[in-house]
């Protein structure tokens, strides 16, 4: 197991250096973000897309920081912050993280520490609710710079969250890949601002649950992701 590292000290500009961040985020765009708001704070960030692969980095080192999305493609978000939060060495923040503000009392009582609520792109928002939970020696005293500039992905990552999301649904066989689909293509068109997108998964999930035919919803996705890869840029 790592430690927690010592080697560097946070400072005002960088309050989070000496940090490594667990990023458990299935989708790119998302984790993009994330990327972005620990570089600019001075941390290091791993990924995990599903349970299995943080199970895997964690029996090898143990981060300081974990930021778990809840909705998964093998698995709930809350599994993980229960064993990370009721068994084994602690780590320093168990954060939650969702595109769904109702699910923040699931994640609340499975044991996170705070939640964060998608899109996520205030670089002092996600400071404050990390550095309040870390031990003293993590607080810089005296007024930090904070850049007001809101956090903008990269396009081409929503262009590939596109292109996973079309080949899920050409391999889709069953109302349980169905709905973790609908689940993602909700939470990733909600952080890009794809309206257009985000209605066309809610439908899906309505008429999903509802057991009605699906046929006209599934052509229409299809054609929405379609343009979505072959654009360029893709907001």
Do not use: N, W
Request: hydrophobic letters at 40%.
């Amino acid at each position: 197991m790592e430690p927690l590292d010592t080697f560097a000290s946070p400072t005002a500009s960088r309050p989070m250096l000496g940090l490594t961040v667990l990023v458990v985020e299935d989708s790119l765009y998302a984790s993009e973000a994330l990327r972005l708001l620990c570089l600019r704070s001075g941390a290091r960030i791993r990924r995990a897309d599903c349970l299995k692969s943080a199970r895997r980095h964690l029996q090898v080192y143990r981060p300081s920081v974990a930021v778990v999305d809840l909705g998964l493609p093998d698995g709930s978000g809350a599994e993980l912050i229960r064993e990370l939060t009721r068994g084994g060495p602690k780590l320093g923040v168990v954060a939650a993280m969702s595109g769904d503000p109702g699910t923040e009392e699931i994640a609340r009582e499975a044991g996170a520490q705070c939640f964060f609520a998608k899109p996520l792109t205030s670089l002092g928002a996600f400071q404050r609710e990390i550095l309040a939970l870390m031990p003293p020696e993590y607080r810089v005293s005296g007024p930090r710079p904070v850049g007001t500039d809101p956090i903008e992905p990269d396009p081409v990552a929503y262009k590939d969250d596109m292109s996973h999301a079309a080949e899920l649904l050409e391999e889709a066989a069953g109302t349980e890949m169905l709905a973790y689909l609908g689940q993602f293509l909700r939470g990733v068109a909600h952080c890009a601002g794809d309206e257009e997108l985000m209605a066309a998964a809610a439908e899906l999930d309505r008429k999903r649950e509802a057991e009605e035919p699906l046929r006209s919803e599934l052509a229409a996705l299809a054609g929405l992701l379609q343009r979505r890869v072959g654009q360029r840029l893709a907001i």
